[in-house]
C-alpha cells in the first residue's frame, strides 16, 4: 500500500477543499424590499416592493370630490380587493429621455415624427397633433434627466422587450393593478401624502400648478390647478421631489404613464390576482398617474384615463416593471 507524508496529505485535502469551493454554486442573492437595482449602466433602476393586497379603484364619491365630470364617473368601480401573491420590482422613476435614446441608438426602433401638444386659447384647452414634436423635441425644454415623452405605448413594449433581451431578466409595462398598488405603497388617501387636493401636491410631484397656468395664459383657479408653484411648466427631471412611501419618484404627476392592461370602461371583470386584463378594447390602453398638463382633478391614486395604443401625447410615457 502506498504510504503519503503528512505535508502530501495536507497538501491533498487543501487541493480537494479548493475543488469544493470552486464547484460550489454562489449563493443566489434575493434583493430586499425597498433595495434599488440596475441591470446595465444605461437601464432604469428598479426597486422591490413586497407581496401584498390592497383596495383598488376609487368611490364616485371621490371622483366627484375632485371634480371628476359626471360623464367619466365610475371608471374607477367597482373597489375591489387584489392580491399579488408575490413582489415585483418596480421602476425607481419613469424611463428618461436618456434611457429611451439608448434603446433607439442600439435597435433604430421607428418612432412618430407628430405629437399631440397643448395650448390654451380664447377660454379653451386646445390638443392637437403636431408635426415635428416627437420625444426629441416634444415643443418645450428637456435634458436626458427629464421622463421620455411623446412615446406610444407600442413604443414602451418595443422598449421593454429590447431591455430584457438586453439584460437577460424578464422586463414588462406595469399593469394598472400594478402600478396602482406601487403608487399607493400602503396608503389608501387620494394621494400618497394625503387625502387635501392642495398645495402640498407640490413638494410630492410635479402638478398642473401656478407655473404651467402661467406659462400657458391659463386660469391659476383651484378647479384647474393645484395652488401651489412645483419649479416647472413642463416635465421635470425625475426623482427630485419627496418620493412614496417605498422610495418610488413621480408615481403621481409629471406625466401619464402607460400600462399594460386592454381598456375597459370599468373594473366589472377585472383579475383580482395582480394579472394583466387581456380582454376589452386591446388596442387601447389605460394611462397612470396624471400629469403636469391636466386638471387638478386628474392627478388622484384612482385616476385612470384611455388612449390608443399607438398614441403620442406631450405628457405621455411610461416606466418598467421587472418580473424576476
Not at 422610495?247 to 370602461?265: F, K, P, R, S, V
Request: hydrophobic residues 35%.
Amino acid at each position: 500500500m502506498r504510504k503519503f507524508s503528512m505535508f502530501a496529505i495536507a497538501a491533498l485535502a487543501a487541493l480537494a477543499g479548493s475543488h469544493t469551493a470552486l464547484a460550489k454554486p454562489a449563493p443566489v442573492r434575493t434583493p430586499a424590499v425597498g433595495a434599488a437595482v440596475k441591470d446595465c449602466s444605461s437601464c432604469p433602476e428598479v426597486i422591490r416592493v413586497p407581496a401584498g393586497s390592497f383596495i383598488m379603484g376609487a368611490s364616485i364619491e371621490e371622483e366627484r370630490r375632485h371634480g371628476m365630470s359626471e360623464a367619466n364617473l365610475g371608471r374607477s368601480m367597482p373597489l375591489r380587493k387584489v392580491t399579488f401573491a408575490k413582489g415585483f420590482a418596480m421602476g425607481k422613476t419613469p424611463v428618461t429621455v436618456a434611457q429611451f435614446r439608448s434603446f433607439i441608438d442600439e435597435t433604430k426602433h421607428p418612432t412618430s415624427e407628430s405629437c399631440f401638444n397643448q395650448r390654451y386659447n380664447d377660454g379653451h384647452f386646445i390638443y392637437e397633433k403636431a408635426r415635428g414634436y416627437n420625444w426629441r423635441s416634444p415643443g418645450f425644454p428637456q435634458d436626458d434627466r427629464h421622463p421620455v415623452v411623446c412615446v406610444s405605448a407600442e413604443d414602451a413594449e418595443a422598449y421593454v422587450k429590447w431591455l430584457s433581451k438586453k439584460t437577460g431578466k424578464r422586463y414588462a409595462i406595469p399593469n394598472e393593478a400594478q402600478y396602482e398598488y406601487a403608487l399607493r405603497a400602503g396608503t389608501t388617501t387620494s394621494f400618497f401624502w394625503g387625502d387635501n387636493q392642495d398645495a402640498t401636491a407640490c413638494l410630492y410631484s410635479n402638478q398642473p400648478d401656478f407655473d404651467q397656468a402661467d406659462e400657458l395664459k391659463a386660469p391659476r383657479g383651484p378647479e384647474y390647478r393645484f395652488q401651489c408653484s412645483d419649479g416647472y411648466a413642463w416635465t421635470s427631471p425625475v426623482g427630485i421631489y419627496k418620493p412614496n412611501p417605498w422610495g418610488l419618484y413621480d408615481m403621481q404627476g409629471n406625466i401619464w404613464e402607460w400600462t399594460a392592461d386592454c381598456w375597459n370602461n370599468d373594473y366589472n371583470g377585472a383579475p383580482t390576482d395582480g394579472s394583466t386584463w387581456t380582454t376589452g378594447d386591446c388596442d387601447a390602453r389605460p394611462s397612470r398617474g396624471g400629469s403636469y398638463g391636466n386638471a387638478s382633478h386628474s392627478a388622484f391614486a384612482g385616476i385612470r384615463a384611455p388612449r390608443s395604443a399607438s398614441y403620442t401625447g406631450h405628457s405621455w410615457g411610461f416606466r418598467v416593471v421587472r418580473l424576476d
